[in-house]
């Protein structure tokens, strides 16, 4: 007998953390926090208390309190007793905080897998930010064709695409028959084969459940369709177009896909690509890794630094160090805007006063529309493109398939039956297959060869 679990994810787009259980087995897929989480509670300077662990956590009853699971640090401060871990790993399928910022209060002694790339960059966003704290845990990474094993439950990660470098999904091989886990997946961009062969894969192994996710399933997705390859030749279009003024763009920090496209859009405008420090780390630390085939930040010509100037922490001082006559300030950019095209991420907005962009530049919005007219950032966003009068351009390819896609690849796979996570309406999956079964939060679906129930 195997069973599902789902402890997040649930009718909300992201946080998944579903449990697996097969005789000895117990495995967890992805360990996320849900974008709105706490929201409830906490908003503004109010937030939960770090040095507490996951007292204001259970209190305020964010997170489920499941024995056998959170590190004895994060229990300390709570009424709830630490006991030995008793899951067997944690199978993560990518970088995104929605799917690994909980691995945060989990045991350290739970094996956690992960992709190589992914395991990079968490070190990398360790080093830069202050919201990714993920800690030490017994790290296994794996490449494509690597089967991992846990107490008698084999599992298969099988790359996908995603807007994050080395996305997997999953094949969990069970004593019932396999599940197949779909993570995160578009097929509209660069490397599209990639979710093309899960989706054969899955098609093959016949699975007993296909828990899959539907962010954009939902009867209105109004925003644009693009794929990578529009977001390239309408950025080149714009950047060409703008003759003696400064071209600015923000995305999303760690789709590395992004980065590409715009290190190709400003060379094929002959404009250098600066991008901030946090990114020009992250570009450093994957450079290692062959197969993500990022540019080379040390050795490109097209493809500098920007510093702010302000007081440096030592990562930054170290990088400066490094990348030497590669990083340039508001100054550099100030008297040639011509020649560049500028990372400008929103918590940095205020280097438009030193950068004093010619009025009628473009500053290009490569990320998610703002979800309704009451988002204060975007608000606060257009406030500075209004006072320095720049153009603002939106031009975005999601990390997720359109719900026409998600239908045809559930017809593909023909899972038994269908477990729709990560989506506001998993309703609408009805539509595309007869067999849905809806997951219920904390509640266990109990899965068997020829049943469930
Ligand atoms: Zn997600």
Redesign the pocket.
């Known amino acids: 007998m195997t069973k599902i679990t789902c402890y997040g994810?649930v009718a909300q787009?992201?946080?998944?953390k579903i449990l697996v259980e097969d005789r000895e087995a117990r495995v967890w897929l992805?360990m996320?926090q849900p974008f709105d989480y706490g929201s409830d509670f906490f908003a503004d300077f109010l937030t939960a208390r770090t040095r507490y662990g996951l007292r204001d956590h259970f209190a305020l009853d964010l997170i489920p309190q499941i024995p056998g699971l959170y590190s004895a640090e994060a229990l300390e401060p709570t009424k709830f007793l630490w006991k030995p871990p008793e899951f067997s790993a944690i199978l993560i399928?990518?970088v995104?905080s929605?799917?690994v910022n909980h691995l945060g209060y989990v045991d350290p002694a739970i094996p956690v897998h992960l992709g190589a790339g992914t395991r990079t960059i968490l070190d990398s966003w360790e080093t830069t930010s202050t919201f990714v704290n993920v800690k030490a845990h017994d790290f296994r990474t794996f490449r494509t064709g690597d089967t991992i094993r846990a107490d008698g439950i084999e599992a298969e990660p099988i790359h996908v695409d995603?807007s994050a470098p080395a996305a997997y999904g999953y094949l969990v091989h069970t004593s019932e028959g396999t599940i197949a886990y779909t993570?995160?997946l578009r097929r509209h961009g660069p490397l599209r084969q990639l979710t093309d062969d899960f989706v054969e894969r899955a098609t093959k192994a016949r699975p007993i459940a296909l828990i899959t996710?539907g962010?954009r399933v939902t009867p209105h997705d109004t925003r644009q369709n693009l794929t990578e390859a529009d977001v390239k030749a309408g950025a080149l279009e714009i950047v060409r177009g703008a003759g003696g003024k400064l071209s600015m763009v923000t995305f999303p920090g760690r789709d590395v896909d992004r980065i590409r496209t715009f290190f190709e859009v400003a060379k094929g405008a002959g404009r250098k690509f600066v991008v901030d420090m946090r990114t020009a780390h992250l570009l450093l630390t994957l450079k290692n890794d062959k197969r993500l085939k990022v540019p080379d930040i040390e050795k490109e010509d097209s493809l500098c630094a920007y510093s702010r100037q302000q007081q440096p922490k030592r990562w930054e001082t170290e990088l400066e160090k490094r990348l030497k006559d590669k990083v340039l300030t508001a100054e550099d950019i100030q008297k040639r805007p011509e020649d560049f095209v500028l990372q400008v991420e929103f918590p940095h907005l205020a280097e438009l006063i030193d950068l004093e962009p010619p009025p009628g530049s473009p500053f290009i919005h490569s990320k998610s529309e703002a979800f309704d007219e009451e988002d204060i950032s975007d608000r606060v966003l257009q406030n500075w493109l209004d006072r320095f009068r720049l153009v603002r351009h939106q031009l975005h390819a999601s990390?997720?398939m359109s719900e026409d896609e998600i239908a045809e690849m559930v017809r593909t796979i023909r899972p038994k039956i269908v477990v729709p996570v990560?989506t506001e309406h998993p309703e609408r999956f009805t539509r595309f297959s007869p067999h849905v079964v809806q997951p219920v939060r904390e509640q266990a679906m109990t899965l068997t060869a020829g049943s469930t129930g």
Request: aromatic share 0%; charged share 20%.
């Open positions: 994810g787009i992201g946080g998944n992805d996320g399928t990518h995104h929605d799917h995603h993570g995160d996710e962010s990390g997720h990560h």
